[in-house]
């Protein structure tokens, strides 16, 4: 029975897990990149533009991103033909 106890715990730490890189990307996606205000430039043209697509992407990271969701139920589909195989259907999230 030390197999559920082993599930358990790995199933918690999982979720620990997807809970801490969840709530990276959402501080890497709230962080804001603003021109120097100084009288000399520290970045060329290039370089604010690299920075500014990068920034981009930074923020795209959030989008979507749930932190400390709890799993939801899926449902899986199944079909079977009449020579007795079947075709599983990809897993989707159970409508409410």
Known sequence: MAA??????????LEELESSIA??????????????????????????????????????????VTVNSRATDVAIEIARNKDGSAVVFPALPMET
């Not at 603003?34 to 290039?46: K, N, S, Y």
């Open 4 to 13: 559920p106890k082993a599930l358990r715990r790995d199933q918690q730490r």
């Open 23 to 64: 709530g990276v990307l959402i501080r890497l996606s709230a962080l804001e990149l603003a021109r120097p205000d100084g009288l000399m430039p520290v970045f060329t043209t290039g370089d604010v533009d690299r920075l500014m697509r990068a920034a981009h992407r930074i923020h795209k990271l959030g989008d979507g």
